[in-house]
């Protein structure tokens, strides 16, 4: 048993400290961030702690919020709550600031990037969700909201509260919203079909999946995956 889980837990360490290096590149960026970041930002623009420690606390703290929305969390979720803001502190001590705009451009784009391919290392290994996912998916099933409508009320609650605080919403924030959505689309396929066929070649073709004729809406809406913050 611990043998056939061992590679899936490398996975799962592997992606969540690329997921928090990631981080730390598009906060180095400066041109804006992702939501939970600029509520990480905004507290610690109040409190002095560290962004890190604070999307830690910050995890842990929506992880409470499973509770009554009766969510069993993994070992990956709980591994997310540790590993992904300890990872951003140790990359925001590794990369210097940076103030030339093309090169601001350069690490929003590589952190972007990496973050796509983390979440997908990540969310294949099917340890557990991020508690940030968790909770989107447990207002799905215990509230009946629809994923984008969860989703979005909730980090758009926590955008403009982090945007009040201080935190950094730039254009930045606009493209990270635009574009990881699509991009984690690619690495889920990418990263899930490896683990699953054990290569993309081997994987069977067929039709696109049909709900069943009495599969309702609320059914469909709550298989699609809740693309990160893990």
């Not at 952190?111 to 391919?117: Q, S, Y």
């Not at 955008?159 to 950094?168: A, I, K, P, R």
């Not at 730039?170 to 889920?188: D, H, Q, R, S, Y």
């Amino acid at each position: 048993m611990i043998s056939r889980l061992t590679p899936r837990i490398l996975r799962l360490l592997g992606g969540l400290v690329l997921y928090g290096l990631a981080d730390s590149l598009i906060i180095r960026a400066a041109i804006g961030v992702e939501p939970w970041t600029v509520l990480a930002q905004g507290v610690a623009e109040r409190t002095g702690w560290g962004i890190g420690i604070l999307t830690n606390v910050i995890g842990l703290g929506v992880l409470l919020l499973w509770i009554p929305l009766r969510q069993r969390p993994g070992l990956g979720t709980v591994l997310n709550v540790l590993l992904v803001g300890t990872t951003i502190e140790f990359g925001l001590w590794l990369i210097p600031p940076v103030d030339v705009l093309w090169l601001q451009i350069v690490l929003f784009v590589a952190g972007l990037l990496l973050l796509a391919v983390a979440s997908g290392i990540y969310i294949g290994a099917a340890l557990g969700p991020g508690p940030r996912d968790g909770l989107m998916t447990g207002i799905n099933s215990r509230l009946g909201w629809p994923i984008w409508l969860a989703r979005g009320l909730v980090e758009g609650s926590v955008l403009l509260v982090g945007w009040l605080l201080g935190g950094d919403v730039g254009i930045g924030t606009l493209v990270f919203a635009l574009a990881i959505g699509p991009l984690c689309g690619l690495t889920l396929r990418w990263f899930g079909a490896l683990g699953r066929y054990g290569s993309m070649k081997s994987a069977p073709r067929s039709a696109p999946d049909r709900p069943p004729a009495n599969e309702t809406a609320k059914d469909t809406d709550a298989r699609r995956p809740a693309f990160p913050h893990p």
